[in-house]
Nanobody, 119 residues
Framework: QVQLVESGGGLVQPGGSLRLSCAAS????????MGWYRQAPGKQRELVAD???????NYADSVKGRFTISRDNAKNTVYLQMNSLKPEDTAVYYC?????????????WGQGTQVTVSS
């Protein structure tokens, strides 16, 4: 059984910070690329940031310089540190685990956590 559980979402004022966590079980965590996606009402799900098994990172242009993705393989956990939050960051944030193998791609998702940026 694969399980990805997000936590750390909530309500924050513009300019504030949040740290999201995603704890994984049921996978060999260290060999998976991990990512954070978000989806706002009426909009498509978009990639926010990801980090490979080799610790290479990638960010959406809209969050560069404000968000930082990291992983702790000993804890089977990926984090998203979000600083200088803006109202347009409001969305449900989803954790993703992905890898390629002989059988084809594997792709798993968490249940999502709500982030609301508002005064």
């Amino acid at each position: 059984q694969v399980q990805l559980v997000e936590s750390g979402g909530g309500l924050v004022q513009p300019g504030g910070s949040l740290r999201l966590s995603c704890a994984a079980s049921g996978i060999i965590f260290r060999i998976y690329a991990m990512g954070w996606y978000r989806q706002a009402p009426g909009k498509q799900r978009e990639l926010v940031a990801d980090i490979t098994s080799g610790y290479s990172t990638n960010y959406a242009d809209s969050v560069k310089g404000r968000f930082t993705i990291s992983r702790d393989n000993a804890k089977n956990t990926v984090y998203l540190q979000m600083n200088s939050l803006k109202p347009e960051d409001t969305a449900v944030y989803y954790c993703n685990a992905a890898r390629l193998a002989v059988m084809g791609p594997s792709d798993y998702w968490g249940q999502g956590t709500q982030v609301t940026v508002s005064s």
